[in-house]
């Protein structure tokens, strides 16, 4: 009887080559990653990590290194994730996020765990989502771009208060900064209409979340392929007060004083220039025109529950 030749071995899989950027100065940056690490490891990720201080230049070393890794680790914040997302866009590849930051709004939208070793695993697991990223005047944002009240905001609260305060810190630079606040004229252009409105803040919303906890929208979805604005038309700072729990829901648009819409393109005048913060960086100034880029960043996702 002839022998029977045995099957051969499957091959083993190749691991994922993994480029891991770490912002050490992002207010968890200092935090142990090596329980992390070692889940990437094992989950078949071999790591390399970059120097915080490099961030700055990651564009070019993903044009450089994009034959040689098959994703890109951040591990920071909003700001961290805000400037690596041109490189992530031109270059393609997946990002998997390690949520080191003060508000982590990104991977409160996409429902990554904040605890960075359930994070890792999130990125082991391999389940993808292709995002839609805003842009305006060229700077891209993840979350939310504002004008007026939270731009003046991210002026005042600075790095070392965030560092040491956390989510706490936003409350009290916006405590301080609160009565001070004045409606100021911004001309709104979208959808072949243009309002003159008189207003404390307008914001621009890609995801859901931003600024430690607010909601620009309960059913914003960073892929949805829209923008969504709302205008806080108050004529006193205490109805602004009134109505942070509604901004934390994210229903304010339910309220007379609020002006909110979707669009897949705005522009905003104001008299004089005033800041834009997109994802919490002040970047750029009015005369500020949004847009909305689709589908055009792939992060690594919890998968969907399946009920």
């Known amino acids: ?49 970059m120097s915080a201080q490099d961030i700055e230049d990651l564009g070019t070393i993903l044009r450089d ?59 082991v697991a391999g389940e993808t989502r292709v995002i839609d990223i805003g842009e305006v005047n060229g700077h891209l944002f993840f979350n939310v771009a504002s004008i007026g009240f939270s731009a003046q905001l991210a002026s005042e609260l600075t790095a070392d208060a965030k560092k040491r305060w956390g989510v706490i810190g936003y409350a009290l630079a916006g405590a301080r900064l609160l009565m001070r606040t004045h409606p100021f004229t911004a001309f709104i252009e979208h959808d072949n209409a243009t309002d003159k409105v008189k207003t404390v803040q307008i914001s ?3 995801g859901r979340h931003y600024g430690g906890g607010m909601t620009v929208d309960p059913e914003a979805e960073p892929d949805d392929g829209v923008l969504h604005v709302y205008s806080l038309e108050v004529s006193h700072w205490a109805r602004l007060l009134a109505l942070v729990p509604a901004l934390r829901r994210g229903t304010q648009g339910e309220a007379q004083d609020v002006r909110a819409f979707r669009t897949r393109a705005v522009t905003i005048r104001t008299r004089r220039a005033r800041s834009v913060n997109t994802d919490g960086e002040l970047t750029t100034a009015t005369p500020a025109s949004f847009r909305v880029v689709p589908k055009a960043v792939t992060v690594y996702v919890p998968s969907p529950i399946i009920l």
């Open 1 to 49: 009887m002839a022998g029977t030749e045995q099957a051969d071995d499957p091959p083993e899989p190749r691991q994922r080559r993994a480029l891991l950027v770490v912002n050490h100065a992002a207010r968890g940056g200092a935090q142990p990653i090596d329980a992390a690490t070692a889940i990437l490891d094992e989950g078949g990720i071999a790591v390399e990590t």
């Open 65 to 123: 290194r994009a034959d040689s890794i098959d994703l890109v680790i951040v591990g920071g914040g909003d700001g961290s994730l805000n400037r690596a997302a041109p490189a992530l866009r031109d270059s393609g590849l997946p990002m998997g996020i390690l949520p080191l930051g003060t508000g982590n709004d990104l991977a409160r939208t996409l429902g990554i765990p904040l605890d960075i070793a359930a994070a890792a695993r999130v990125i």
């Open 204 to 206: 621009v919303g890609n």
